[in-house]
T-cell receptor, first 116, second 112 residues
Framework: EAGVTQFPSHSVIEKGQTVTLRCDPI?????LYWYRRVMGKEIKFLLH????????ESGMPNNRFLAERTGGTYSTLKVQPAELEDSGVYFC??????????????FGPGTRLTVL | LAKTTQPISMDSYEGQEVNITCSHN???????ITWYQQFPSQGPRFIIQ?????VTNEVASLFIPADRKSSTLSLPRVSLSDTAVYYC?????????????WGAGTKLIIKP
């Protein structure tokens, strides 16, 4: 079974440009999460989709970030316009809709974003 | 603000048992304790999860005392490939707004 995949693995853009990150979750996983780690800081939650709906987007830093998950499959995270402080690694994770203790999140390899 | 406290780093040697303790004094009744492992340039990987007492799988054991204010991840007979950052997280997986709140993790270095 394929794991969570992310594209691209690395993106280098200039300040003010737009970048779109893509995440393909594990097939059948309704839950999809975006996280990011800014250089030297801890991993931070950005948002959580359940199917195509945004369950929780409390971690989105500002309105330059737009996440979508049309059709409840893959998700995109667009940064427009990108700023220097957006540089970091963006992780996507997915999990099945299960209760109790079995809510393991499977992470993708991350996209390293560098804004110059 | 992370809900957990862990040592910043630890060293050990191949073949040894490694125990990493995590403090979570404000753990809530519905919170589960989850540990993730992360290698450089990779996403975190789930290791183990528990609520109380002891949980064991093919990779590790998790010991949780009765008050649940701490937990210990135990890695038996570590190898060089166990060098990674280990994160302890607590959260209520039944909460529809469940999200993982990450701390700095423990950087474990295994020496030959």
């Amino acid at each position: 079974e394929a794991g969570v995949t992310q594209f691209p693995s690395h993106s280098v853009i200039e300040k003010g440009q737009t970048v779109t990150l893509r995440c393909d979750p594990i097939s059948g996983h309704d839950n999809l999460y975006w996280y990011r780690r800014v250089m030297g800081k801890e991993i931070k939650f950005l948002l959580h989709f359940v199917k195509e709906s945004k369950q929780d987007e409390s971690g989105m830093p500002n309105n330059r970030f737009l996440a979508e998950r049309t059709g409840g499959t893959y998700s995109t995270l667009k940064v427009q316009p990108a700023e220097l402080e957006d540089s970091g690694v963006y992780f996507c994770a997915s999990s099945q809709v299960v209760s109790g203790s079995d809510n393991e999140q499977f992470f993708g390899p991350g996209t390293r974003l560098t804004v110059l | 603000l992370a809900k957990t406290t862990q040592p910043i780093s630890m060293d050990s040697y191949e073949g040894q048992e490694v125990n990493i303790t995590c403090s979570h004094n404000n753990i809530a009744t519905n919170d589960y304790i989850t540990w993730y492992q992360q290698f450089p340039s990779q996403g975190p990987r789930f290791i183990i999860q528990g609520y109380k007492t002891k949980v064991t799988n093919e990779v590790a054991s998790l010991f949780i005392p009765a008050d649940r204010k701490s937990s210990t991840l135990s890695l038996p007979r570590v190898s060089l490939s166990d060098t990674a950052v280990y994160y302890c997280l607590v959260g209520d997986s039944m909460d529809s707004n469940y999200q993982l709140i990450w701390g700095a993790g423990t950087k474990l270095i295994i020496k030959p």
